[in-house]
């Protein structure tokens, strides 16, 4: 029983960084932008998130002031980084899978690069701990699975129904959907189509940042060039394993966290069992989820991959 509890105590922090990057990049996709540079702008997240702590407080009580303002920084760089995808791929309309691969590549370098200069080696920080909510946290079993995290696994679960109200029942998540499967007709309403691409890469970005964010104050306490670890290309692969629902993406996320926990788990207790198989796993059951979970019901928007050039009447 114990096993069971530890792997599913695992698995509900260890897929808020893969919730918020996916959910983020759902926004990009809804609006018609695919961004494999998630990977890059988690990175630069993290970096940048562990940076501030390290640099100007990592004791007494400010500390967690400090901790809080490296999570918004991780986000705002993110946002940045975005917007500036958001003109190598709107304005300058390169291809978008080859400038995504390109930000990946230099968010990456770059995050590295300024770690070894500004911080030298490996570094532990404090961090950001637990927060056990009253009450719920005592309850058996459930008190350990569910409420005994850190503040911001709440937030980013709560970012799940934030996410279907605003793309469903406001009219940005209209535009969005609107410039994601139809530009020519919403731009015929007025619709101003690059400027709500770019809102959604910021709003994307900054999610991608804070994920990078969360995982080096709030889940490693560190900073090094291997964090991210395919994060970033799992998330843009649970938008389509979600078929683009912040509801299915969640649930996605969870599956490969639960993989992950899991060969945690089985490594933990010494089970004899071949490592480098427990490690695997998780990257193998996304493949095999995304192999067998077409729907033909849910098709990709429309206009995804596609720059818009309203000038253009083909």
């Given at each position: ?10 698995g ?5 960084a893969?919730l918020?990057?996916?959910i983020?990049?759902m926004f990009?996709q809804r609006s018609?932008i695919?961004?494999l ?6 990175a ?5 998130g ?8 990592q ?12 999570i918004?920084a991780?986000?705002l760089v ?23 691969i390109?930000?990946?590549l230099?968010c990456?370098?770059a995050a ?5 200069h ?12 637990k ?6 946290s005592?309850i058996?079993i459930?008190?350990?699975?569910f409420f ?6 709440y937030?980013a679960f ?5 996410s279907v109200y605003?793309?469903f029942?406001?009219p940005w998540?209209?535009?969005?959907r609107a410039v994601?499967?139809?530009p020519r ?6 619709i101003n189509?690059?400027r709500?691409?770019?809102?959604a890469?910021?709003?994307g ?7 990078g964010a969360?995982?080096?104050l709030c889940?490693?306490k560190?900073?090094s060039?291997?964090m991210?670890?395919g994060r970033g290309?799992?998330?843009v692969?649970l938008?389509y ?16 966290s ?5 060969q945690l788990?089985?490594?933990g ?6 490592y480098?198989?427990?490690?695997m796993?998780?990257?193998?059951l996304?493949?095999l989820t995304?192999?067998f979970s077409?729907d ?6 429309a206009a995804?991959?596609?720059?818009f050039?309203?000038?253009k009447?083909?």
């Amino acid at each position: 029983m114990d096993f069971i509890v530890n792997i599913l105590a695992l698995g509900i922090p260890f897929s808020v960084a893969l919730l918020l990057a996916s959910i983020g990049e759902m926004f990009n996709q809804r609006s018609g932008i695919f961004n494999l540079g998630c990977e890059g702008i988690m990175a630069m997240g993290a970096f940048i998130g562990m940076l501030i702590p390290y640099s100007v407080g990592q004791g007494g009580a400010t500390a967690e002031i400090y901790n809080f303002l490296g999570i918004i920084a991780g986000a705002l760089v993110g946002a940045l980084l975005g917007l500036v995808f958001g003109v190598v791929v709107i304005t300058f309309k390169a291809k978008q899978g080859i400038a995504g691969i390109g930000m990946q590549l230099f968010c990456v370098g770059a995050a590295g690069t300024l770690f070894r200069h500004f911080v030298g080696g490996t570094q532990s920080i404090p961090g950001i701990g637990k927060f056990y909510i009253p009450l719920l946290s005592k309850i058996p079993i459930l008190g350990q699975i569910f409420f005994s995290h850190n503040i911001l696994v709440y937030i980013a679960f709560l970012f799940v129904p934030l996410s279907v109200y605003i793309l469903f029942k406001t009219p940005w998540g209209l535009r969005v959907r609107a410039v994601g499967t139809y530009p020519r007709a919403a731009d015929s309403l007025g619709i101003n189509v690059n400027r709500v691409r770019f809102q959604a890469l910021a709003v994307g970005g900054a999610l991608a940042g804070l994920a990078g964010a969360y995982l080096s104050l709030c889940q490693a306490k560190m900073f090094s060039d291997e964090m991210i670890a395919g994060r970033g290309f799992i998330a843009v692969a649970l938008v389509y394993f979600g078929h683009w629902d912040p509801i299915k993406i969640m649930w996605g996320a969870l599956l490969f966290s639960l993989a992950q926990s899991f060969q945690l788990a089985v490594q933990g207790q010494g089970i004899n069992f071949p490592y480098e198989f427990a490690v695997m796993l998780p990257y193998v059951l996304v493949i095999l989820t995304l192999a067998f979970s077409r729907d033909k019901k849910k098709q990709e928007p429309a206009a995804l991959g596609i720059a818009f050039d309203r000038e253009k009447r083909t």
